[in-house]
């Protein structure tokens, strides 16, 4: 089954006593807060928390809360909602299309803040799962770049980590080693396609897959490899 989705928040506020007020009413409502007051740190927190959506104020030291949005949209699809000191911001930020889902102009309600938290994930909750790929007993987590063997994290490369979610992605679809190479590391140069085998050994050693009767990836002969789609409940209850 799969986990129910963590609810973790990146609050990105400088001013201390509104961030204090701000996570301090999330923690309330059951959301588990990170908080900070730069952009760095936010892009930071970005990829170490993976957080399920962003509240991002716009006027931040250094890096400004424009800049922070563009970096965070350019990598992730996270519900981020922008706080505003001025109404007529609002207008400015439509026009510049950073992608936030969403904008509240200061001052505001901690209610309107819960509310509109709760409608950009009602909105984004499709998209949501889609960042996530199950086969099997396998969950791999686009968005945090997390997989799970069994509820139990996998610790992958970066490299092993695309090579599997393009695998999974059309499970039963055979991925030339050359394609492979091309998707995982953007980049082809002779004898890379044989590395490969070394990542695609390597994910085997950590999924506990047996390439002599591999229950993740497949190896086709003289042609590459291929995810293979899960087998039945019935199955596993077998073997168990
Ligand atoms: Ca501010």
Redesign the pocket.
């Known amino acids: 089954m799969q986990r129910a989705p963590s609810r973790r928040v990146l609050v990105v506020?400088?001013?201390p006593k509104m961030l204090a007020m701000i996570a301090q009413f999330l923690e309330g409502e059951g959301w588990e807060v990170y908080g900070c007051g730069t952009g760095e740190e936010a892009l930071k927190l970005m990829t170490e928390v993976a957080p399920d959506v962003v509240i991002l104020?716009w006027?931040?030291p250094g890096m400004s809360g424009l800049d922070v949005c563009r970096r965070i949209r350019a990598e992730s699809k996270v519900p981020l909602i922008m706080l505003t000191a001025k109404a007529d911001e609002v207008d400015k930020l439509l026009g510049l299309e950073l992608g936030a889902d969403d904008y509240i102009t200061k001052p505001f309600s901690l209610r309107e803040l819960s509310a509109r938290i709760r409608a950009v994930l009602r909105r984004s909750s499709s998209a949501w799962r889609e960042d996530r790929i199950k086969i099997g007993d396998l969950v791999i987590d686009l968005e945090r770049h997390e997989v799970r063997k069994a509820g139990a994290k996998v610790q992958l490369t970066p490299t092993e980590f695309k090579i599997l979610s393009i695998l999974a992605a059309s499970a039963g679809r055979v991925y030339s080693r050359l394609q492979l190479v091309d998707a995982a590391l953007g980049e082809v140069y002779q004898g890379y396609e044989r590395s490969i085998d070394t990542h695609i050994s390597n994910l085997r050693k950590k999924l506990g897959d047996d390439s002599a009767q591999p229950k993740y990836i497949d190896t086709v002969y003289g042609v590459g490899y291929k995810m293979l789609p899960a087998r039945g409940d019935a199955d596993d209850s077998l073997e168990r």
Do not use: T
């Open positions: 506020e400088d001013e104020d006027m931040l």
